[in-house]
């Protein structure tokens, strides 16, 4: 299967206006990422990508000071609820088949 880009999923207290931020950085609808109505997802043109479980060997070499770095998106939606700000953090990301 390849992949086009990311879907991230909606929580279901977030209605009406948002925000999204990727990694701190506003992103913008319509060039950064498209809300897709059906489901209520965030779609974005890029991979946007989970750094996931830290395995053994690189636990072993962080316990020597020696870092390993991979990709790690964070996503979060600023909304607000009965007036108050709210912000779901570091929703996840799930891959997008590509069309066709």
Do not use: C, K
Request: aromatic share 12%; glycine share 12%.
């Amino acid at each position: 299967m390849s992949v086009d880009g990311s879907v991230v999923r909606l929580p279901p207290q977030v209605r009406g206006d948002f925000e999204v931020y990727v990694n701190g950085v506003p992103q913008v609808p319509g060039r950064d990422y498209e809300l897709r109505a059906a489901d209520r997802a965030l779609v974005f043109a890029g991979r946007l990508e989970q750094e996931g479980r830290l395995g053994f060997w690189r636990w072993f070499w962080g316990a020597w000071g020696i870092g390993t770095y991979r990709p790690h998106h964070s996503v979060d939606v600023r909304y607000e609820l009965d007036g108050r700000p709210m912000v779901a953090e570091g929703l996840e990301p799930e891959s997008e088949p590509a069309a066709g």
